[in-house]
T-cell receptor
Framework: EAQVTQNPRYLITVTGKKLTVTCSQN?????MSWYRQDPGLGLRQIYY???????DKGDVPEGYKVSRKEKRNFPLILESPSPNQTSLYFC????????????FGNGTRLTVT | AQSVTQLGSHVSVSEGALVLLRCNYS??????LFWYVQYPNQGLQLLLK??????LVKGINGFEAEFKKSETSFHLTKPSAHMSDAAEYFC???????????????FGTGTRLTIIP
């Protein structure tokens, strides 16, 4: 089954404790992206990757890091989480073609206390 | 920079009634337009998309949307609401000038649709 898998689904952590949210897709998609969803703000792009070893900042990259060492994986790293990073995070992937639909994971709800 | 506006963060309709969710975009060049749906505790999934062909686009689950360049709109409609349509709906716009669109995809703030039995 074609899917984007995020782990964990829920995560509660404390300020400053490094964490990684994993994302893996099995569709051989070149393009992958991370979004955060906050009430009243919709989805905002954090980082995206056009292919292996090619990443770029989205609209809200501060406080986040990413890496793309393999085509299927695109982890999101919070080196020193803060309470304002409490949010619902989504990973997505697509083919590198105009108008290609994004395939989303089921989300990771992160709470930073 | 392009933007997208969804009028109404919450919309309630009776079961069987017409569903109309509004989306307006700002772009000097007709962009690519998408509607995504998010069911509770799930990621977003594509409902339909407009890329440049027919202005009336049909999607899954009986939804359709019409691209109106003169009004810079891409409203989502469904003739008869079903209880299973209760979800959050997002309009998204991407820039044709980008490599292929998704890296400049901008989402609206979403409209939560409630169906009244």
């Amino acid at each position: 089954e074609a899917q984007v898998t995020q782990n964990p689904r829920y995560l509660i952590t404390v300020t400053g404790k490094k964490l990684t949210v994993t994302c893996s897709q099995n569709m051989n998609h070149e393009y992958m992206s991370w979004y955060r969803q906050d009430p009243g703000l919709g989805l905002r792009q954090i980082y995206y990757s056009m292919n292996v070893e090619v990443t770029d900042k989205g609209d809200v990259p501060e406080g986040y890091k990413v890496s793309r060492k393999e085509k299927r994986n695109f982890p999101l790293i919070l080196e020193s989480p803060s309470p304002n990073q409490t949010s619902l995070y989504f990973c997505a992937s697509s083919l590198p073609r105009t108008g290609s639909p994004l395939h989303f994971g089921n989300g990771t709800r992160l709470t930073v206390t | 920079a392009q933007s997208v506006t969804q009028l109404g963060s919450h919309v309630s309709v009776s079961e069987g009634a017409l569903v109309l969710l509004r989306c307006n975009y700002s772009s000097s060049v007709p962009p690519y337009l998408f509607w995504y749906v998010q069911y509770p505790n799930q990621g977003l999934q594509l409902l339909l998309k407009y890329t440049s062909a027919a202005t009336l686009v049909k999607g899954i689950n009986g939804f359709e949307a019409e691209f109106k360049k003169s009004e810079t709109s891409f409203h989502l409609t469904k003739p008869s609401a079903h209880m299973s349509d209760a979800a959050e709906y997002f309009c998204a716009v991407s820039d044709r000038a980008s490599n292929f669109g998704n890296e400049k995809l901008t989402f609206g703030t979403g409209t939560r649709l409630t169906i009244i039995p």
